[in-house]
């Protein structure tokens, strides 16, 4: 998910926020079940989020988007 808003300027007409917010990609990480010849048993992988529902996109955007943009 890309989340972007609209630039803001001040009276001089500087840019005080450059409209990008950031990349927040459907993944999960999981540990490995098994030993395999390219790692153990236990060690996290990144899994992409095959279907996506709105129940995950309103826990990214609460748990993720809102605290980065309140950091911006």
Do not use: C, Q, W
Not at 12 to 26: A, E, L, Y
Not at 48 to 53: A, K, Y
């Amino acid at each position: 998910m890309t989340a972007v808003a609209r630039p803001r300027f001040d009276s001089h007409r500087n840019v005080t926020f450059d409209r990008k917010i950031g990349v927040f990609p459907f993944i999960i990480k999981v540990p490995a079940k098994r030993t395999s010849v390219n790692r153990v048993a236990g060690t996290m992988e990144t899994k992409p989020i095959l279907s996506v529902t709105r129940a995950i996109i309103r826990s990214f955007y609460i748990n993720k988007v809102l605290p980065f943009i309140m950091d911006k």
